[in-house]
């Protein structure tokens, strides 16, 4: 066995080269600080390292849990993901598709252009176009509304208003790299079977029903259960950007991710974010692994181990 591994080995050495770099890459940075859950469950210090901080237990579980804070992050974190997934899943396929059934060439890449360049605007410029929206004394929104003779709107003082803005900000930058995906699944397609149900008379709708939508559900699922294995973890550079440190908003767009960067920086143990760190990780392990199970279930092809 061993023998036969190693002249596979060695007959495939180029892929493996070609691997090398990918996987030193997740060595380094995914499985060599996984030796930091340690300290999950110790009271550390830096001049004791990890051999020797203290060990406390379930006690920095205990406090994340008891704090109050537990269910709060673990709701904002659960439900925007939720959000984000059906609202940019329902909305790149839309596109997609309407995208693939442009005739004009010129068109259909002017517009994929223009949808796809949000995706490479950072996230801090993102966050200065917000404030230069929302801003209550200066913004555009509340400008506009003074020259109609209408009263100005606290945006960053009105914690509901981020249970929507927060999805649709992020809707306008995924919408365009996500359409590409599916485009290419519609891309893939048999041509053929579009022809032929034209010839039949089945109009645009109905191909699109009948034959698109079929065609791209692998497709659609594969990326559904990628998305419900990080249903736990937030978009921390969207929500950290998009409020910051502002405490007004705290009980709509505080997540599990901003709670632990908040934490490591005003709070000087160490044991409580990485308590809430592999609290996160134990819920993402834990829900991907139910989905896989429950999409075996029904279809063992479309799981993905």
């Given at each position: 066995?061993?023998?036969?591994?190693?002249?596979?080995?060695?007959?495939?050495?180029?892929?493996?080269?070609?691997?090398?770099?990918?996987?030193?890459?997740?060595?380094?940075?995914?499985?060599?600080?996984?030796?930091?859950?340690?300290?999950?469950?110790?009271?550390?210090?830096?001049?004791?390292?990890?051999?020797?901080?203290p060990w406390v237990g379930l006690?920095?579980?205990?406090?994340?849990?008891?704090?109050?804070?537990?269910?709060?992050?673990?709701?904002?974190?659960?439900?925007?993901?939720?959000?984000?997934?059906?609202?940019?899943?329902?909305?790149?396929?839309?596109?997609?598709?309407?995208?693939?059934?442009?005739?004009?060439?010129?068109?259909?890449?002017?517009?994929?252009?223009?949808?796809?360049?949000?995706?490479?605007?950072?996230?801090?410029?993102?966050?200065?176009?917000?404030?230069?929206?929302?801003?209550?004394?200066?913004?555009?929104?509340?400008?506009?509304?003074?020259?109609?003779?209408?009263?100005?709107?606290?945006?960053?003082?009105?914690?509901?208003?981020?249970?929507?803005?927060?999805?649709?900000?992020?809707?306008?930058?995924?919408?365009?790299?996500?359409?590409?995906?599916?485009?290419?699944?519609?891309?893939?397609?048999?041509?053929?079977?579009?022809?032929?149900?034209?010839?039949?008379?089945?109009?645009?709708?109905?191909?699109?029903?009948?034959?698109?939508?079929?065609?791209?559900?692998?497709?659609?699922?594969?990326?559904?259960?990628?998305?419900?294995?990080?249903?736990?973890?937030?978009n921390f550079q969207l929500f950290?950007?998009?409020?910051?440190?502002?405490?007004?908003?705290?009980?709509?767009?505080?997540?599990?991710?901003?709670?632990?960067?908040?934490?490591?920086?005003?709070?000087?143990?160490?044991?409580?974010?990485?308590?809430?760190?592999?609290?996160?990780?134990?819920?993402?392990?834990?829900?991907?692994?139910?989905?896989?199970?429950?999409?075996?279930?029904?279809?063992?092809?479309?799981?993905?181990?």
């Amino acid at each position: 066995m061993i023998a036969r591994s190693f002249k596979t080995a060695v007959r495939c050495r180029t892929l493996f080269l070609m691997l090398l770099p990918a996987f030193v890459l997740v060595i380094v940075f995914s499985y060599i600080p996984m030796a930091g859950i340690a300290m999950a469950f110790q009271q550390f210090r830096y001049g004791h390292g990890f051999f020797g901080s203290p060990w406390v237990g379930l006690a920095n579980f205990r406090f994340f849990f008891s704090s109050g804070m537990a269910w709060r992050v673990t709701r904002n974190t659960f439900l925007y993901n939720i959000a984000f997934l059906i609202l940019n899943t329902t909305v790149q396929i839309t596109v997609a598709i309407m995208i693939s059934e442009i005739g004009s060439k010129w068109f259909k890449r002017v517009t994929q252009t223009c949808l796809l360049l949000p995706h490479f605007i950072s996230w801090v410029v993102v966050s200065s176009m917000a404030y230069g929206l929302f801003n209550f004394e200066n913004g555009l929104i509340n400008n506009t509304l003074a020259v109609f003779g209408g009263n100005p709107i606290d945006v960053y003082g009105n914690p509901r208003a981020w249970i929507f803005i927060l999805p649709l900000v992020n809707l306008w930058k995924a919408v365009g790299f996500g359409s590409i995906i599916y485009m290419a699944a519609i891309a893939g397609l048999d041509a053929e079977l579009k022809d032929s149900a034209e010839v039949d008379g089945a109009n645009i709708f109905q191909r699109i029903w009948h034959i698109t939508l079929p065609g791209i559900i692998p497709t659609i699922l594969i990326l559904t259960l990628l998305a419900i294995g990080q249903i736990f973890r937030g978009n921390f550079q969207l929500f950290f950007q998009m409020v910051g440190d502002n405490g007004l908003l705290l009980p709509t767009t505080d997540i599990i991710d901003t709670y632990v960067f908040r934490s490591l920086r005003f709070t000087p143990e160490l044991g409580m974010p990485a308590a809430a760190g592999l609290y996160q990780s134990a819920m993402s392990f834990v829900t991907i692994m139910l989905t896989n199970y429950l999409v075996r279930c029904v279809d063992k092809d479309y799981a993905l181990f």
